[in-house]
């Protein structure tokens, strides 16, 4: 209960004597504990309590509370407008190129490759990207997600990069997804897939330019 998380973990286990929280702060079961009621112990207890107030913007005439949820979730419906006045920045992703299958370069769309591992990306798809390598900007395609048609089963970022051909095995890379262009779909042939990244690129240069 939520008298029993003060009670036992706030005061009897940790000892405290000044608390910060969020100002939509619940606790115990049923978030039936609130900062009123922290405020109440506090006085009881002898701890502060202190309330870090909900930062908003603005959205479509609206005051909308800045959270990981609000933010997520805009990502995930790819209003990346909304995402970035959120942030404060593009959403980026970052990581280093591993070694892939090499099925790019196969079809003229050689990529960089980051395994995502345990990381959840907020969005999945095909989307035109902005790409820092070494201090220097690029444009690019970009697929996230696990790749059906070559039945991938690990998530990961495959980025073609525009205009560059050196080898980017082991460097650090930061991919700013700019535009959605579609959702992954698994294709019947792998040749329905190179007619497609194909236009996915075309698509990319003209959003990007």
């Known amino acids: ?9 706030l005061v009897t286990r940790l000892g405290v004597k000044f608390l910060v929280v969020g100002d939509d702060f619940c606790f115990g079961k049923g978030r039936e504990g609130n900062f009123s009621m922290l405020k109440k112990a506090g006085e009881e207890f002898g701890f502060q309590v202190v309330s870090t107030q909900s930062y908003c913007f603005k959205n479509n005439g609206l005051q909308k509370r800045v959270s990981s949820t609000a933010i997520r979730e805009a990502l995930a419906a790819d209003d990346m407008k909304a995402s970035a006045e959120m942030l404060g920045r593009e959403y980026s992703i970052s990581g280093r190129v591993s070694h892939g299958r090499k099925l790019g370069r196969t079809i003229g769309f050689p990529t960089a490759n980051v395994m995502l591992k345990r990381q959840k ?3 999945h798809g095909v989307f035109a990207v902005r790409v820092d390598v070494d201090g220097e900007h690029y444009n690019g395609v970009a697929n996230i997600g696990r790749r059906p048609t070559l039945n991938g089963e690990r998530n990961q970022l495959e980025v073609h990069i ?6 980017l ?3 650090p ?9 579609r959702d992954e779909i698994k294709f019947a ?6 007619d497609q990244i194909q236009a996915d690129a075309a698509q990319a240069r003209l959003l990007l330019a």
């Open 1 to 9: 209960s939520a008298e029993a998380f003060i009670r036992d973990l």
């Open 162 to 167: 525009f205009d560059l051909s050196s080898n």
């Open 189 to 194: 042939s792998f040749e329905a897939l190179k």
């Open 121 to 123: 990306t907020p969005i």
């Open 169 to 171: 095995y082991g460097k």
């Open 173 to 181: 890379i930061t991919v700013f997804p700019m535009h959605k262009i």
